[in-house]
Every structure is written in structure tokens, then in C-alpha cells.
């Protein structure tokens, strides 16, 4: 498999589940300004549209979004339990986290990366933001990850909320999410994929 990825974005999820899950895999750069590989490659002849991240399975199909690769990756590996069960009510709230940390938390952040946005509307996107990673933080009481135990979803939490440091989101105040973050920066899956995109000091 290989797994194309830009440091640090949100391609940082399925590589922290890769590497929760123990599969062999090609790490594969691509650059956000120029959208291509280190070869060169025209990374649009890979996505057509742009981002990352793509899976590509051995047998040359690619998966592209977050929440549909990294539960690809769990069902490779079913006794790691990264991913409850298909069918169980497990699975449908892994999915109601999956789909509420891309549209509320990763898509929320858009504005803030985008250099067109004006200013005077940024304090109202990070406002927004803070509502929502308290509630976050309120769902995480008396439980070290989302499902209680660690899922893939839990890997796409944090690379969201690593976000915050760049925008100024600050959510050092929410108790349960910065005990989250450590929690998470501790497992060696984590440590290992922040490695390989040189975010790890």
C-alpha cells in the first residue's frame, strides 16, 4: 500500500492508523503549494481533485477521504480493534464521530488557512470552533478516547485539534482534551507517524 500524505495535514489520521495497525506501507510526500511529488509526479494524475489523502491498495485502486480510508485500514487488521465491528451500533457511532470531526472540527478550520478569508470574520470561525471542541471535551469525561477504548477516530481527533496551535484555537482550558492530546502524543503509533512527517522534536 501506499499512503500520500502532506505533513501535518489531515493525511496525518490514516498514517497514525497505518501504523496503529502494523501494516506495511510506502509513505509517499506530496507538496500542498506545488502538488506534486518529489519525483515530480503531477500529483492531480494521482487525486484529480488535489488532496490528500489517497490510499493506494496494492492492486492499484485508491481510496481517497479520511474517514473511508482509515476504516479501511481498521477492517485489514480486525483484531486490533481499531474500528468496532461492521453492523454493531459500535460502528455507527465510530462513523457519527468520523462524519462530525470532518464536517464540524477539519472543515471549521478552513477559513482559518485560507488566505482570502478577512480578517474581522476569523474571531467568529475560531468561536465557533471552541463551541464545538467543548462539547468534545464535555463527551470525553470519565473516558480516555471517544469510544472509550482507542478507534481510528480518536487519531483523527488529534490531528485536528493539532491544528489550533497555527489558527489560535486555544483550547488548553478544555481539562479532558489536553489529557486527550497527551494521551495521544504518548502511543508509540502516534509518535511513530509524527516521525515520518518530521513534526515530532
Not at 451500533?89 to 482559518?112: A, N, S, V
Amino acid at each position: 500500500m501506499k499512503l500520500y500524505y502532506a505533513p501535518g495535514a489531515c493525511s496525518l489520521s490514516p498514517h497514525i492508523a497505518l501504523h496503529e495497525a502494523g501494516l506495511v506501507f510506502e509513505a509517499i510526500a506530496v507538496s500542498t503549494k506545488t502538488h506534486k511529488l518529489a519525483d515530480g509526479t503531477d500529483f492531480y494524475t494521482i487525486n484529480p481533485l488535489g488532496y490528500v489523502p489517497v490510499l493506494e491498495l496494492d492492486d492499484g485502486e485508491r481510496l481517497r477521504e479520511g474517514p473511508a480510508i482509515v476504516q479501511y485500514i481498521a477492517d485489514q487488521v480486525p483484531d486490533k480493534h481499531l474500528a468496532p465491528a461492521n453492523a454493531t451500533l459500535g460502528r455507527y457511532r465510530l462513523q457519527e464521530w468520523l462524519t462530525f470531526i470532518g464536517t464540524e472540527l477539519h472543515k471549521g478550520h478552513g477559513p482559518l488557512f485560507n488566505p482570502a478569508t478577512p480578517e474581522d470574520y476569523k474571531p467568529q470561525v475560531r468561536q465557533t470552533l471552541l463551541a464545538r471542541f467543548a462539547w468534545v471535551n464535555a463527551q470525553l469525561a470519565g473516558k480516555d478516547y471517544l469510544l472509550g477504548a482507542f478507534s481510528v477516530a480518536d487519531a483523527y481527533l488529534y490531528t485536528v485539534l493539532r491544528w489550533g496551535q497555527f489558527v489560535g484555537v486555544d483550547t488548553t482550558a478544555l481539562e479532558n482534551l489536553v489529557a486527550f492530546q497527551q494521551r495521544m502524543q504518548a502511543r508509540p503509533g502516534v509518535q511513530a507517524a509524527l516521525r515520518a512527517e518530521g513534526l515530532l522534536k
